[in-house]
């Protein structure tokens, strides 16, 4: 007679069988495993959905190809619902249940601070396709970006500013907390002043804060030339409304990547008519690679690719590249290929990883332009 102490032996000695056969399983698997966290939903789920779509479009191109060295490839996707808590979790969750190669995402940068670091513990590659905050690749020998960093966002939109428009004096409004927000108005603020210019307001407010009006009047007491406001698209609709209220022209606003949303011009297009930002991308930039996507990408989708699809194709075809030159699909040999990449041909242009794992990208100017994004100038980091 089974008693119940056999019983649970027995029982845990059938499930270790069954985890065991399961991973023997996916070892001899011909399906590689990728993960991917966005925020598909929450405050910016435009930046995780629209991401996704240009990683489906990479999947189509290697779905045509047959695959990597003839094995499919399978992207898990989770999303984080904009939180970084949540990041945390899905990571581990698509390192530790799903046994993922290699990690795509985020977008934000306090997200990819999050996955990033669990990412690097479990020595597992990661790959974001737009987060721009210097501290998200640095002293992380897992963590990769294929888009420029805010170093460099931050002094092309000063130069541009001081150089293109002629302006002498800003005000800076940002996210005070917020790793890309912040970080992104000190490195504009520290190129502006090199050049010559004055900040004559700072301000930073609250995540979460949704009436900003006492700032605005503050901002518009200083009389600034122009107002540098890196914060992301739904906080800039609200800025841009309550703006109008009072009486600031919203053309005098100047943004960086975050503002790259259709929500924005849904929500604010004719608000801020003839203001710029600083981007990974425009559809109607001039470079090679460019147009073949935004013809794919509207065959599939039906509408113009926003900077994040654009971005998110390139990460996952480059990781998809680096999975079939690493010596075998280890998340360890992809880490070796990915650091490896130069002169990669993407969508957004030609992708070299330098050695602290960033892309070195031209950036481009966008200008809100009868509701839509036109493509302005591009500019070269120094
Ligand atoms: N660069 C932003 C960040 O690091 C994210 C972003 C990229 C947003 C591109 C919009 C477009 O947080």
Request: proline share 3%; glycine share 8%.
């Amino acid at each position: 007679m089974v008693n119940r102490r056999n019983f649970v032996v027995v029982t845990l000695a059938t499930a270790m069988g069954v985890v065991a056969f399961g991973q023997g399983c996916k070892s001899q698997s011909n399906e590689l495993v990728v993960g991917a966290y966005l925020s598909l939903s929450g405050a910016d789920s435009t930046f995780g959905t629209d991401t996704r779509d240009g990683i489906e479009l990479a999947m189509d191109d290697l779905k045509a190809k047959g695959g990597i060295k003839g094995k499919a490839v399978k992207v898990l996707y989770e999303d984080d619902k904009s939180t970084t808590q949540e990041a945390t979790n899905k990571v581990q969750q698509l390192i530790d249940r799903d046994h993922a190669i290699a990690i795509l995402g985020e977008v934000a940068s306090s997200r990819s601070m999050a996955g990033g670091l669990v990412c690097n513990k479990k020595k597992v590659p990661m790959v974001t396709p737009s987060s721009t905050a210097v501290e998200v690749t640095k002293d992380r020998e897992y963590v990769f970006r294929t888009c420029f960093t805010d170093a460099q966002q931050g002094d092309v939109a000063a130069r541009f500013v001081v150089e293109t428009l002629k302006k002498k004096t800003a005000a800076l409004f940002f996210v005070a907390q917020d790793t890309y927000s912040s970080g992104l108005a000190s490195t504009f603020k520290a190129s502006f002043e090199k050049q010559g210019g004055k900040i004559v307001i700072d301000k930073g407010y609250q995540k979460g804060e949704t009436n900003f009006t006492t700032y605005l009047q503050e901002i518009k007491g200083a009389q600034p030339d122009i107002i540098f406001a890196p914060v992301y698209y739904n906080d800039m609709v609200l800025i841009a409304r309550q703006a109008k209220g009072t009486g600031i022209p919203g053309s005098i606003f100047v943004g960086g990547d975050g503002w790259d949303s259709a929500d924005l011009i849904e929500g604010a297009g004719d608000l801020l008519e003839g203001a710029y930002f600083t981007n990974h991308y425009a559809p109607d930039v001039p470079w090679p690679n460019s147009q073949k996507f935004v013809t794919a990408f509207k065959a599939k989708y039906h509408h113009d690719p926003s900077s994040l699809a654009a971005q998110g194709y390139d990460a996952a075809s480059l990781l998809f590249d680096a999975i079939g030159r690493a010596t075998e699909p280890t998340p360890e040999a992809v880490k070796v290929a990915l650091a490896a990449t130069s002169g990669f041909a993407g969508a957004t242009g030609s992708l070299t990883i330098d050695k602290e794992h960033n892309a070195n990208k031209p950036i481009v100017v966008v200008q809100v332009r009868s509701k839509k994004f036109a493509y302005a100038s591009q500019l070269l980091a120094n």
